[in-house]
């Protein structure tokens, strides 16, 4: 029985020491080196889920608006108010201009932007007022419209500020 199983065995003892001798089996030298100082490398990649610090940077300029008209000064046309605020409103964004041409001066107090406004001519109930958490980065909107007053706030926030609940509440 060994005599038959001889020339099987010498055959995968033959087909084991050519396979384990060929070119996959090479060993390959791994060098270490000595400096180990990881490269530099950028992870703040810009893109839709990346929160841009630079926003409440610059609502530092709207600081100097303070008692100032918002129309001599071009308040709800400076950005980053404008945009933010034409996609806070969506399609009320034209009623809310409407309810914002008369206003009185801008306040400015603990880093908190408000002003409100009214239609001319009208004392009545069609009303609008802005508010701008600067260091929170989170602009509040709101107009009245048949004496219920809409209201918006971006990132759904509630934390409305002392200025703009006085204005709601009134």
């Known amino acids: 029985m060994i005599v038959k199983l001889l020339p099987v065995t010498l055959f995968l003892f033959g087909i084991c020491t050519t396979a384990c001798n060929g070119p996959a089996q090479e060993i390959r030298a791994v060098m270490l080196a000595d400096d180990t100082t990881v490269p530099l490398t950028d992870t703040m990649i810009a893109n839709k889920d990346t929160i841009q ?19 001599e000064v071009g308040l709800l046309e400076q950005e980053p108010m404008k945009s933010r605020l034409s996609h806070l409103l969506g399609k009320n964004h034209k009623t809310f201009l409407e309810r914002f041409k008369v206003c ?51 990132k759904n926030d509630t934390a409305y500020p002392k200025k703009f609940r006085e204005w709601l509440n009134r």
């Open 104 to 154: 009185p001066p801008i306040e400015v107090e603990d880093s908190i932007l408000f002003n409100q406004g009214r239609m001319p001519d009208n004392a009545g109930p069609y009303e609008a007022a802005v508010a701008v958490d600067m260091d929170r980065d989170i602009i509040y909107a709101a107009y009245s419209f048949h004496k219920k007053v809409m209201i918006f706030a971006e």
């Open 53 to 71: 610090t630079d926003r409440v940077d610059s609502w530092k300029k709207f600081e100097q608006y303070k008692g100032q008209f918002a129309e």
